[in-house]
């Protein structure tokens, strides 16, 4: 059955998958440009796998969590700059699979995701904090 | 004490399974807003005509005995929201909704718990004689 505890968990746990979702979207707007990874290809853009979950057993509330960061696998793109030392023979230089608008836009929905959890947070604290009060003089 | 139109224990118990709704409410718009961004999600709600059903039902036992409490089976209360207009991801959450339903349901609960505590008051001042 839903509890309080469950709802708090379940929005908590939304906290944790918006912070890896900003973090992962800061990592692929910082290799936006990074020909070099360590395997020698250009930095592939990440991404994260967001899975639903029971929060407190199989009747509690929904819950969030991450169920996995995988790299994206479509094609790199490619920017003619003869002098770069990463250039190909053709003078094309492998660029990561990052779009920055793409990644802008996602971490402003994981930003706002993550202010409405923090509200529901708030607001469930105050319901725990008025059913202690029952028992108050 | 069958034939008693509202006595004490039946009108707390019923206080008791409003604040549970509540947080059944809150629980549901709270695993809403955590799935905001989870692709194919559907909206989660609580059906309250079956809920009432079902309250009513729960509302025979406590006539026959003032301590029943009413009873909290709500394994089928929760289903998938219909309509909706869903995102191309296949999720249909509404986030300024589930807000909406989680600050409505915390004013039930506080309402509710109001009312209680004003009649645990009362039932103190019984036990104390006035004073």
Request: net charge negative.
């Amino acid at each position: 059955m839903p509890t309080l505890r469950s709802a708090i968990s379940s929005a908590a746990g939304a906290l944790d998958v918006q912070r890896a979702r900003l973090e992962v979207a800061i990592s692929n707007l910082a290799n936006a440009e990074s020909t070099r990874g360590p395997d020698g290809n250009p930095y592939r853009r990440r991404e994260v796998v967001i899975e639903t979950t029971r929060a407190d057993g199989p009747q509690g509330a929904f819950g969030v969590k991450v169920a996995g960061i995988v790299e994206d696998q479509s094609e790199f793109r490619e920017r003619f700059e003869p002098s770069h030392p990463d250039a190909g023979a053709n003078g094309f230089v492998r660029m990561p699979n990052v779009d920055v608008p793409e990644e802008m836009v996602d971490m402003l929905g994981a930003a706002r995701a993550y202010q409405a959890n923090l509200a529901a947070i708030t607001l469930i604290r105050e319901t725990v904090q008025k059913a202690l009060e029952i028992g108050r003089g | 004490m069958p034939n008693s139109i509202v006595n004490d224990s039946a009108m707390m118990s019923a206080l008791g399974r409003e604040m549970t709704r509540a947080v059944q409410r809150m629980a549901v718009a709270s695993g809403n807003l955590s799935n905001a961004e989870t692709p194919g999600y559907r909206t989660q709600e609580m059906h309250f005509a079956e809920a009432l059903d079902g309250q009513i039902g729960a509302l025979q036992p406590a006539a026959t005995n003032g301590r029943h409490l009413g009873s909290s089976a709500d394994g089928g209360m929760v289903r998938e929201a219909e309509g909706g207009p869903a995102r191309r991801d296949g999720n249909n959450v509404q986030m300024e909704h589930e807000l909406l339903a989680l600050s409505h349901a915390g004013s039930d609960f506080a309402s509710a718990q109001t009312v209680l505590a004003a009649k645990f008051r009362l039932v103190r001042y019984a036990i104390n004689e006035g004073r």
